[in-house]
């Protein structure tokens, strides 16, 4: 009995089946699926597994002959012959929004990379019919689809829905995890809620010698914020019997609470604040504390250090990379880390 291989040939694309199995199959083999010195199926098996003409399937034989990818054995059948028959592994990459973080993960990720892959990137602006057109838009011919899912509305049963007309051995998911969802080769992630909870635990002897915990997490309906960020600013209150309050931003007017400390999302509310601090002349760490959500090379040394709560945005590219490279499956959570300065 020869061995069943999975390839992707859609009925309705516009690309003839014989190209769809052309490709199916150098990508099969680019990304280790199928492997060097593997017998492949005979034209009449795979006529047969995928109702297709005889015909069909002997063209896109021939033409992975005539490539140099197979070899025909006289009374034996077709075998991989070449390893590596494109130049480069083509990936689709979608994120939700071009931040400086999400940056740092794209080029870490492309750089580890190298040249053996050729990289389409596009944004969708946490739009979710924009991502589903983009996604069926450039169904063919990648070999990976690395995906940040990160929505303003959000309906699971149509995400999964899409996500399977991708094979699920190509979609590599990063920065979310998506409950009830398992429908990915690796998933490299953010665990938003416990993130906060576990760091703020690490930090509450520092943090108790403030009367108040404030939290500025902006409600912004073009690039919305996880909102389990919320959930595990409260679980941690709730939890310590602290006083706590949330508040969307930091106007430029904002007068800052002497006893307070503040975690701030992102960096406009982060000078707004600093700004504040400076004009009430209240000193860092004695009559207000500022706990910053990912960091950067500004926040090491704008006013002398401001502390930080972090994921290693350049580890999550490290890793996407790393299950690409090697073909292996990685689910992880991300490292997330406080770094105490001087401003806690």
């Known amino acids: 009995m020869e061995d069943f291989i999975t390839l992707e040939i859609s009925e309705d694309s516009s690309i003839p089946k014989y190209k769809q199995i ?43 002959r005539d490539k140099g990818v197979i070899e025909s054995v006289k009374g034996k059948g077709y075998y991989v012959i070449n390893s590596a028959p494109e130049s480069r592994i083509r990936i689709l990459v979608l994120f939700n929004k071009l931040s400086n973080y999400k940056r740092q993960i794209f080029n870490t990720m492309a750089r580890d990379l190298g040249d053996k892959v050729h990289i389409d990137f596009f944004i969708y602006h946490c739009d979710y019919d924009m991502f589903a057109k983009l996604l069926e838009e450039h169904m063919e011919g990648y070999s990976y689809f690395v995906i940040m899912p990160h929505f303003k509305v959000f309906d699971l049963v149509k995400f999964k829905t899409l996500m399977k007309k991708v094979p699920k051995e190509k979609v590599i998911l990063l920065d979310n995890h998506i409950e009830g969802f398992d429908y990915y080769f690796s998933n490299i992630y953010q665990d938003f809620k416990m993130d906060l909870y576990d760091t703020l635990v690490e ?29 595990g600013f409260r679980r941690y209150c709730g939890f310590n019997n602290v006083s706590h309050e949330i508040i969307n931003n930091i106007p430029e007017d904002y007068k800052a609470q002497k006893g307070s400390a503040y975690i701030v999302i992102v960096e406009n509310d982060l000078v707004n604040l600093i700004k504040s601090q400076r004009v009430s002349d209240l000193e860092l760490t004695k009559d207000i504390g500022i706990l910053s959500y990912n960091d950067s090379a500004l926040k090491e040394i704008l006013s002398h250090g401001i502390s930080v709560i972090s994921t290693d945005h350049r580890k999550m590219g490290e890793l996407a990379a790393k299950s690409i490279n090697e073909n292996e499956p990685i689910e992880v959570k991300n490292e997330f880390t406080f770094i105490r300065r001087n401003s806690l």
Do not use: C, M, W
């Not at 199928?34 to 034989?61: C, H, M, W």
């Not at 108040?212 to 919305?224: E, G, H, R």
């Open 22 to 64: 052309y490709q199916s199959i150098i990508n099969k083999i680019e990304t280790g699926h199928i492997k060097y010195g593997q017998k492949l199926p005979s034209i009449n098996r795979l006529s047969f597994d995928y109702y297709l003409a005889r015909d069909t399937v002997e063209k896109a034989y021939i033409a992975l």
């Open 203 to 231: 930090a509450k002897g520092l943090l108790d010698r403030y009367d108040k915990l404030v939290l500025v997490f902006p409600q912004n309906d073009s690039y919305p914020y996880p909102k389990e960020i919320i959930l």
